[in-house]
């Protein structure tokens, strides 16, 4: 653990000239306190009105250094210190009183190895430290969003999810968007019209997919997944995932990956249609779709259940993808 001129990082005061990193790691003193914890062994290397070595500390939340002082401590007494020869606190009586909590703290169980540093997590387990870790429980967190596992999930595609991710929360700039924010530029917002169908301004839910050429790729692909009852309306789309996203069978990651692949190569074509003279048929999108879809799905490792070995034909998948082959 870091130490400064003897003292732990969270005793050092942050002032005078330090380097940035120290600074840095100064700062979140606070955010990263509760997580670290004090395992006693001699008792002689944790302060026992600072330090977490305790579900009730600090005891400094609820004992003030005058009272400690009064009492005959200092505040630097370590756990050690505060245990009688006879084995026992030797606070004195009266603060029982005035801490009725102190009740509820047993007297420690030294051995002789010396106290040691541990990472406990938000549910209060000690945990291996890793930068992992330390991030993971100190991230700001918002409640999961209904859609999570229809973007992230094990299967898939990096540039093609985080662009779903785009999608979902309509952050793309399409036009409807444009018109709001550009306003009074020089652009002629009239004139705007999707490069994929020319028939009005493109929108989150026009590409996806009720423009004629993006509906025509849906189409074409959607007999490739668990969808194929499903309209090419965002609404609807958004509606299946929601409840099916969760299910962890073969048919809905493919599902989840030909959705995701659908998105990008669409919004990728009127791209390219706005900014370029290159232009793909509907036909042609949606095979590089089922092909990239497909160079993923040769990755996996498929474990056996019924019905798989058609699944893996129809996709041209070698039968050497399957964990266990019943022959
Ligand atoms: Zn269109």
Redesign the pocket.
């Known amino acids: 653990m870091y130490k400064l001129k003897g003292r732990r990082f969270w005793e050092v005061p942050c002032r005078g000239r330090m380097t940035w990193g120290w600074r840095k790691l100064l700062a979140i003193r606070s955010l990263i306190r509760p997580f670290l914890w004090s395992s006693i062994g001699n008792g002689a290397q944790t302060n026992i009105w600072s330090d977490m070595w305790c579900d009730h500390c600090p005891l400094s939340s609820f004992i003030s250094p005058r009272r400690i002082s009064n009492a005959g401590f200092h505040l630097q007494s370590t756990v050690a210190e505060l245990v009688s020869h006879s084995g026992e606190w030797s606070w004195p009586i009266a603060w029982y009183d005035l801490f009725p909590v102190l009740i509820y703290i047993q007297v420690s169980m030294f051995n002789d190895r010396q106290d040691r540093l541990i990472w406990k997590d938000l549910d209060g387990n000690s945990r291996h430290f890793s930068s992992w870790e330390v991030w993971n429980n100190i991230r700001h967190r918002e409640n999961l969003v209904p859609w999570v596992n229809m973007v992230w999930f094990k299967h898939y595609i990096p540039r093609h999810s985080f662009h779903m991710w785009l999608v979902i929360r309509n952050k793309l700039k399409t036009q409807d968007r444009l018109s709001v924010w550009e306003a009074g530029s020089a652009t002629n917002l009239n004139l705007m019209c ?1 490069p ?5 301004r ?1 929108s989150r839910n ?2 996806f997919f009720e ?4 509906l025509e790729v849906w189409n074409n692909i959607k007999a490739w997944t668990a969808m194929e009852s499903v309209n090419g309306t965002w609404a609807d789309i958004m509606s299946w995932m929601t409840q099916n996203s969760n299910m962890q069978m073969p048919e809905n990651i493919i599902s989840r990956l030909v959705l995701s692949a659908a998105s990008y190569f669409v919004w990728q074509e009127r791209n390219n249609r706005l900014f370029s003279k290159n232009q793909r048929t509907a036909m042609v999108i949606a095979r590089e779709i089922i092909q990239t879809v497909r160079l993923r799905m040769l990755t996996f490792q498929f474990k056996w259940r019924p019905g798989l070995r058609r699944l893996l034909e129809k996709w041209q998948i070698p039968s050497g993808n399957m964990e266990i082959d019943p022959g």
């Open positions: 999707c994929l169908c020319c028939y009005d493109d026009h590409l423009c004629s050429f993006a």
